[in-house]
T-cell receptor, first 115, second 113 residues
């Protein structure tokens, strides 16, 4: 079956522009996570959705970052007024739920480059 | 979540077993040990997890010491496609708060022909 998909795969933007990154989770997965991986850095958690609500936004680095999820499926991560330090690979993951020990399934990521 | 310590890198010969250690000396009783790996230019991939018993699946085996302060991931017959960064993660399962993963530096494993 289809895995987690993300679009675009690559995005180059100019400093100050807004960008939207999209994640399509595995069908039926209620939990959705956004992470980012900067060059030479580890993966860091950004935000978690259960259904359409986001009980944990603790990893969003600033108020320029926001995310939403509609219909319990697709999620969009928006970065306003992009800065060069926002350059990273943004990864989305989904899991069946939050009970027990659900593994997370990751998408291929969106590579964002801010010039 | 408890902190983990892993070697920065290790090499392994193709066809041989790869033994990846992880230290988690501050682990608490309700924390699970998870292993993920990230092949170059791909998203992380779940491998295996355990609480206190040893576990085995089609990808690997997980050996957890009796005191749970350390564990070893075993890839029984490493192939070139197993070249990746392997992450050991210790995590509590809290349903209401989700199960976000906290990744450390991991171990960069290079499988050589």
């Amino acid at each position: 079956g289809a895995g987690v998909s993300q679009s675009p795969s690559n995005k180059v933007t100019e400093k100050g522009k807004d960008v939207e990154l999209r994640c399509d989770p595995i069908s039926g997965h209620t939990a959705l996570y956004w992470y980012r991986q900067s060059l030479g850095q580890g993966l860091e958690f950004l935000i978690y959705f259960q259904g359409n609500s986001a009980p944990d936004k603790s990893g969003l680095p600033s108020d320029r970052f926001s995310a939403e999820r509609t219909g319990g499926s697709v999620s969009t991560l928006t970065i306003q007024r992009t800065q060069q330090e926002d350059s990273a690979v943004y990864l989305c993951a989904s899991s069946p739920g939050t009970s027990g020990t659900n593994e997370q399934f990751f998408g291929p990521g969106t590579r964002l480059t801010v010039l | 979540d408890a902190k983990t310590t892993q070697p920065t890198s290790m090499d392994c010969a193709e066809g041989r077993a790869a033994n990846l250690p992880c230290n988690h000396s501050t682990i608490s009783g309700n924390e699970y040990v998870y292993w993920y790996r990230q092949i170059h230019s791909q998203g992380p991939q779940y491998i295996i997890h355990g609480l206190k018993n040893n576990e085995t699946n089609e990808m690997a085996s997980l050996i957890i010491t009796e005191d749970r302060k350390s564990s070893t991931l075993i890839l029984p017959h490493a192939t070139l496609r197993d070249t990746a960064v392997y992450y050991c993660i210790v995590r509590v399962q809290i349903k209401a708060a989700g199960n976000k993963l906290t990744f450390g530096g991991g171990t960069r494993v290079l499988v050589k022909p």
